[in-house]
Structure formats: structure tokens, C-alpha cells
């Protein structure tokens, strides 16, 4: 599986003409199948980030490979001026299997972001005198967009690329005092995100949650729940708004929706739907191979009961990280699903991740000292047994020696 190209000669043209904008290793992953990459060089690796918990059924699962070839064949792009069949049969799909009625598509989870935000916005005009304020959470990550970076709580961008887009306030996560303090007139929506991803893996509070939504309709503030990670299947639910008991107004998705294309939605409830013509819109939302994609991934994971699995294998790994906690002093162990997170004892999270990344196991450390798990939602248990086989290695090399 050796690539003809040579890597090296590739990296060094990739270190000339890709704008620097990360760190990246001096890898270049050329095949995916099931839960493992190869990289040009032949070397195969074992995938728990899941391309940044979106590779919902893993690497290019037959289903999506033959979604994108049967499609193409059909229609590519009719225009986002005309509806095409696989748009309207995944917004239907979407809304049977939601509390919601209404869909719009995009293309990645920032832009559904930006959609929910102009909906509240557009709600807060029409209903609320114009009220325009959105609260958000300390930590919360919404989207690299400038508006969505302004709704994002992440402390490293307080200060960056200012001015920001105005209207958003951020309060720490399941603290309802300072919750009900923030609201004011002017409050439009409380965006959420069930189970903060990027911030770590740190879910919102059952008691919170229903406080929040009895204030939210007592006081015509519409919730948005940004589910672009913990969506499609991600915490063992279809959409982690059901293990709360209560329905967002908003929901956007993004990441697993797609399986690894790009797409992403805001859904709605048909009371919400109050855009005129114009107000939102884009050149690829709801494009036909996107939409087939799409279509197939969502109808895969509610036929296959695979939000089951992805219960058993959680709870799988929690136990087994439970079984290394006093072993390796690990903090914290947490998640819901295949969103999984825990502490170590050290500032040490780049080590183990580039100490996994040369055994061939990918992992990611959203903060210094965490380290968090999000592999396709198809991961087997033979596969939780091998990614525990290299971690317990690694652990034991970084934390004992
Ligand atoms: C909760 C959440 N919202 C929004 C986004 C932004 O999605 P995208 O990178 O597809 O724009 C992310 C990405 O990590 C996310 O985790």
C-alpha cells in the first residue's frame, strides 16, 4: 500500500503552499476503511478521533461510497434555486425522527450556527422588540466563523480578530443563577451545547437543563441546542436533546450527519419557521450529492439501531478507563456515548497523543491535561480491546517513567 509519491517531497511542498494555520506531523494519511487510516508511507493507523468525531459509520463506508456513485450519475448541483429528491426526503427523514418540523442544510456546523443565531435574531425582531442577545457558555465552541467565534466561550479568542460580532454574553456552564441574571429584554436565545465538545466533555446538568426550559418559555427566549457533535447518534441517543426530556427550539447538526461530507442543519419547529425570502440562504445548501449522502448515512444509523452499539461500546470503554483510574491516577472520567473524556494526573496530553500517534492510535487532547475519545460510532469491541492495548503502553511509559 506503499505510496509511489514520495512523502517527504510532498511535506516539504505542503510546508510551501498549504497557509500555515496548525501544527500538523509530518504525515499525510492517504486510505481510509472501517476505523483505520494508512498513511502514504504504509503505516496504519487506528482512528479514536474519527476525524474530528464526524467519520460517523468510519472510513469510507460502502453505504456513502455508493450514495456518492449512484448520485453522481444523477444530479451533482440542480441549484439551490430548485428542490431536488434527496433534500426533500432527508428533511422529511429528519423531522420523523426529531421533535422538529422544518430543516435548512448547509455545509458545516459553523454555518448551521450561523443560521440559528440569525433565526433568534429574526425571532427577536419580530416578537421581542428587537431583541438580539444570545447567552452562551464559558468553554463552549460554536464555530470558526466571526460570528460563531463570538458565541464561542473559548478563552484563547477573547482578543482575537476584534471587533467582534456584538450580542453575545457567556455565562459558566450550569451556574443558574448567573443564568437568570444575564437575561435581560434584550434576550433572544440561550445556545447550548448539550455536551461541550471542544471544551472538554462537560454536559449540562438534568435539573439546569429544565430550568432553563421552563424560563425559556416563560419568558419568549428561544433555546438552541448546537448538536453538531453530540448529534446523530454521537451520546447513544439519535440527538442528545432526548436524554434530557425536553425539546430545544433550535437544533443544529453537523459532523456525524454527513459521515465524513461536508454538511450540516438547523432544524426547527414549524412555529420558527418566520425567514423571509432571502434572508438566509447559500450557493451549495442542500446540493443533491450532499444530500443523498446525508440521506443514506442518518437512514443507516436509525435502520441499524447504531446509537445501541454505540451505548455498549461507552459504557465498555468507561468501565475499562474505570479499571485504570487508580493504576495511572486518572481524574474525571466522563462522557456519554462515544464522546469520552478523562484527566490525567499531568499536564502531559500532547505527550500521550504523540506518543499513541507513533504506535499507530489516533487520540486528541482538547486541554492540556485531558484526553478524549470520539472513534466512528461502529467501533467493535475487539477495536476498544487494541486502542486500550496501545494506551495502557503509552500511560505506563508516561506517567510511571
Ligand atoms: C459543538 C460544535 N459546534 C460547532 C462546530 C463547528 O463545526 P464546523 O467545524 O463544521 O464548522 C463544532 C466543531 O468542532 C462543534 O464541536
Not at 512523502?7 to 498549504?18: D, G, P, V, W
Not at 426526503?89 to 425522527?97: I, N, R, T
Request: aromatic share 8%; charged share 25%.
Amino acid at each position: 500500500m506503499k505510496n509511489a509519491m514520495n512523502t517527504s517531497k510532498l511535506i516539504q511542498e505542503a510546508n510551501k503552499h498549504i497557509l500555515y494555520t496548525t501544527e500538523r506531523p509530518d504525515i499525510i494519511m492517504a486510505k481510509g476503511k472501517g476505523v483505520y487510516l494508512w498513511d502514504t508511507e504504509g503505516k496504519k493507523y487506528l482512528d479514536f478521533i474519527g476525524g474530528w468525531a464526524v467519520t460517523s459509520l468510519g472510513h469510507c463506508p460502502d453505504v456513502m461510497v455508493k450514495a456518492i456513485e449512484n448520485q453522481a450519475k444523477e444530479l451533482i448541483n440542480g441549484s439551490p434555486a430548485y428542490y431536488n429528491i434527496p433534500m426533500i426526503q432527508f428533511a422529511s427523514l429528519l423531522a420523523e425522527h426529531s421533535c422538529f418540523d422544518r430543516v435548512f442544510f448547509s455545509n458545516s456546523g459553523s454555518e448551521a450556527n450561523e443560521s440559528a443565531i440569525k433565526l433568534a435574531r429574526k425571532y427577536g425582531e419580530k416578537y421581542k422588540k428587537n431583541a438580539f442577545e444570545i447567552i452562551t457558555t464559558i468553554d463552549s465552541f460554536h464555530g470558526r466563523t466571526l460570528a460563531t467565534m463570538s458565541a464561542s466561550g473559548k478563552k484563547y479568542w477573547e482578543k482575537l480578530f476584534e471587533p467582534k460580532v456584538r450580542g453575545f454574553k457567556h455565562v459558566a456552564l450550569n451556574d443558574l443563577e448567573v443564568l437568570i441574571a444575564t437575561i435581560n429584554l434584550n434576550t433572544c436565545a440561550i445556545m447550548l451545547e448539550p455536551i461541550q465538545g471542544e471544551g472538554g466533555v462537560y454536559e449540562i446538568d438534568l435539573a439546569y437543563i429544565k430550568k432553563i426550559k421552563e424560563i425559556c418559555d416563560k419568558e419568549n427566549i428561544l433555546l438552541i441546542f448546537d448538536e453538531v457533535q453530540t448529534g446523530i447518534g454521537r451520546t447513544g441517543k439519535l440527538f442528545a436533546y432526548e436524554h434530557y426530556g425536553i425539546e430545544p427550539d433550535i437544533m443544529t447538526l453537523g459532523k456525524g450527519i454527513g459521515g465524513g461530507y461536508p454538511l450540516s442543519a438547523m432544524l426547527t419547529k414549524e412555529k420558527f419557521n418566520i425567514f423571509e425570502a432571502g434572508n438566509q440562504g447559500g450557493t451549495y445548501s442542500a446540493q443533491p450529492l450532499g444530500m443523498r449522502v446525508g440521506l443514506e448515512v442518518v437512514k443507516e444509523i436509525i435502520e441499524k439501531d447504531i446509537p445501541k452499539s454505540v451505548c455498549i461500546q461507552g459504557n465498555y470503554i468507561l468501565e475499562k478507563l474505570t479499571n485504570l483510574r487508580d493504576r495511572f491516577s486518572l481524574n474525571n472520567i466522563r462522557g456519554k456515548g462515544l464522546l469520552i473524556a478523562f484527566d490525567l494526573p499531568l499536564e502531559k496530553g500532547s505527550h500521550v497523543v504523540s506518543e499513541c500517534l507513533g504506535k499507530g492510535l489516533l487520540l486528541n487532547a482538547p486541554k492540556p491535561a485531558t484526553i478524549r475519545l470520539m472513534p466512528p460510532l461502529t467501533v467493535n469491541k475487539e477495536e476498544v480491546d487494541e486502542m486500550f492495548a496501545i494506551l495502557e503502553e503509552v500511560l505506563e511509559d508516561i506517567l510511571k517513567n
